[in-house]
């Protein structure tokens, strides 16, 4: 089976939501601004499973050095003109 | 031995039974674990198709953090796994772009490693380092009886930098066997696309359809439980399986387990220990006769 990685259309949303909210993936915070919202309907019941299993973390992980993530991007930019 | 230990993202929220039950599996083999505080999210597959230094730069961040401790890195994540790697190896044969990481991680004060950083998936280093006959001496409770299907998902074996070898695909395996279980084998399925990041594949049907072909292989051929090695395929089946039984009308109640957790069970680790309360399809009635302490959930 050819594999392949997912892209999905809200990356850079994603991206700046990640590195926002301290450096980690936060499945909750993002994935509100990113579903459509027919499937949103759908995927409840799994957000409630998900919670309740006490895997859904509201509060984002904050790494330590998360301001060394804001000053990457902005030597990116910098450097791409 | 010791090794450099970063809980990703998904061992640190929607998969922390991952973290959980690698620390204590790793406490019961004497591994040492020196856990390196600051990495961020590596990036896949997110930053993957977005833009290469910008990718190549926040591996290349977590790459400058752990080579100060100056030991091998393991990560229980596939996704960390081949990304880390993946920016090793292009950082290796692309000079003007890892000068070009090197400048700006220069503005944070962290020098990319010249020879990279030695990534290890925790499996490898379980067949590699610990080996199988030390593994089951640490062994309590033999898994006799119990039928377990290895489900090696995608990541660990693909995008070339993985377990290229195809011998790699008996490694899981071999662990169960030390642990006592009876290999159930997914000749078809188990390196089976599991959907990339849990809630955020855009292919929902394409993640579904083939997560189902894992689960009715894994049934048919007699599976109680299904046991992966990695994070986000472990998440994948077991929080889309009630999703897959509405959508496709099946009747699935496969438990999907870590290997840490499956290992954990087996060493006589608490269920409480090993977090098996976060699996969102109940594995208490499968694992009730091995488990060293039953409390239903």
């Not at chain 2, 920016?87 to 991680?105: H, Y």
């Not at chain 2, 011998?167 to 599991?194: H, M, N, R, Y």
Request: charged residues 20%; aromatic residues 8%.
């Amino acid at each position: 089976m050819k594999q392949r990685m997912s892209s999905p259309p809200g990356g850079g949303m994603i991206r700046e939501a990640m590195l926002v909210m301290g450096g980690y993936f936060n499945p909750f915070r993002v994935m509100g601004g990113y579903f459509n919202p027919f499937r949103v309907w759908g995927i409840i019941p799994l957000w409630i499973k998900l919670f309740v299993h006490r895997r859904l973390p509201l509060i984002p992980t904050r790494i330590e050095g998360r301001e060394e993530i804001g000053a990457i991007r902005a030597r990116i930019k910098e450097m791409e003109g | 031995m010791s090794y450099s230990y970063s809980p990703t993202c998904y061992s640190s929220g929607i998969a922390s039974h991952c973290g959980t039950s690698t620390r204590a599996v790793a406490k019961a083999l004497g591994m040492e674990f020196t856990e390196v505080e600051g990495c961020n999210c590596c990036g896949s597959p997110l930053y993957g198709k977005a833009s290469d230094l910008e990718a190549l730069c926040f591996a290349a961040r977590n790459l400058a953090l752990i080579q100060r401790s100056g030991n091998d890195m393991v990560t229980s994540c596939s996704f960390c796994y081949i990304t880390l790697n993946w920016a090793n190896a292009t950082l290796s044969r692309d000079e003007e772009l890892r000068g070009k990481v090197s400048e700006v991680l220069s503005a944070i004060n962290l020098d990319y490693p010249e020879d990279g950083v030695r990534v290890r998936h925790l499996l490898e280093v379980l067949i590699n380092d610990t080996t199988c006959d030390t593994v089951s001496t640490v062994v309590k409770r033999r898994l006799k009886g119990l039928r377990i299907a290895p489900y090696y998902g995608p990541h660990i074996t693909s995008l070339g930098y993985g377990f290229d070898a195809p011998e790699s695909l008996i490694f899981l395996d071999q662990v169960i066997e030390a642990l006592g279980g009876e290999v159930v084998p997914l000749p078809k399925s188990k390196t089976q696309w599991c959907g990339d990041s849990p809630l955020l594949t855009c292919e929902e049907e394409r993640a579904l359809t083939s997560m189902l072909k894992v689960l009715e292989e894994a049934e048919t051929n007699g599976a109680q439980v299904i046991v992966a090695p990695c994070p986000l395929a472990q998440t994948n089946l077991d929080i889309y399986q009630p999703r897959i039984n509405g959508i496709y009308g099946k009747g699935f109640h496969l438990p999907v387990l870590l290997l840490t957790q499956i290992m954990g069970v087996a060493f006589g680790i608490s269920p409480s220990s090993l977090d098996l309360d976060k699996n969102v399809v109940s594995p208490y009635k499968t694992l009730s006769p091995y488990l060293s302490t039953w409390d239903e959930r």
